[in-house]
């Protein structure tokens, strides 16, 4: 019974808290929402120089 409780003890100082997984979800959040946007404005940006290039190449 005392090595179980050993070993029990040994643990509970690793697991997470609620906090701490509530943390890691917004960070995790905060990351894809960055790279979404990144993507987004790389795209529309390629899009709008590919439209002005064949607009001007069209002339």
């Known amino acids: 019974m005392e090595i179980r409780l ?3 003890e040994a643990v ?3 697991l997470a808290t609620k906090e ?3 943390r ?3 960070a995790q959040t905060w990351t894809i929402i960055r790279w ?3 993507v987004l404005i790389a795209a529309t940006t390629a899009t709008t120089a590919t439209t002005y ?3 001007t ?3």
């Open 6 to 8: 050993t070993k029990l």
């Open 12 to 14: 509970i100082p690793t």
């Open 20 to 22: 701490d997984l509530q």
């Open 24 to 26: 890691d979800m917004n």
């Open 36 to 38: 979404i946007t990144g």
């Open 53 to 55: 290039l064949i607009a």
């Open 57 to 59: 190449a069209a002339k």
